[in-house]
């Protein structure tokens, strides 16, 4: 089913928003901040795809689950997706780790 690939990015993006919203981690706190760092984390990861296509190292594989919108040779359009999504996911999983640090020494300076 063409598309699939890509609604499965989708629903985890927005899975992935849905927890970010509701625990307050990224986006809700800095905006900006966090759409300039999806930015820059996607440029870095296509550069470092477009390094490896060049290379020979990255090859498309051929999937009955791809909408078939190849944005350059070997680089299909759901990867774009994928590599903002790693990069969103990234950024709230930072933020929910930073937040239990937080906790953990906050609890500890209560308890010393």
């Keep these: 089913m063409p598309g699939l690939y ?8 927005a899975g992935v ?9 990224a986006a809700p706190v800095a905006p900006v901040r966090t759409a300039v760092g999806v930015a820059i984390g996607t440029a870095f990861f296509l550069a470092w795809d477009i390094a490896g296509i060049t290379a020979g190292v990255f090859v498309r594989g051929d999937s009955p689950l791809f909408v078939g919108v190849d944005l350059a040779p070997h680089l299909p359009l759901e990867e774009v997706f994928f590599l903002a999504f790693l990069s969103y996911l990234s950024l709230v999983l930072h933020a929910a780790g930073m ?10 300076d209560r308890a010393a």
């Excluded at 937040?99 to 906050?106: C, G, I, K």
Aim: without cysteine; proline residues 0%; aromatic residues 4%.
């Design 6 to 13: 890509l609604l499965a990015i989708l629903a985890s993006a």
């Design 17 to 25: 928003a849905a927890l970010d919203v509701r625990f307050r981690l």
């Design 99 to 108: 937040r239990a640090v937080s906790r953990a020494d906050a609890a500890e």
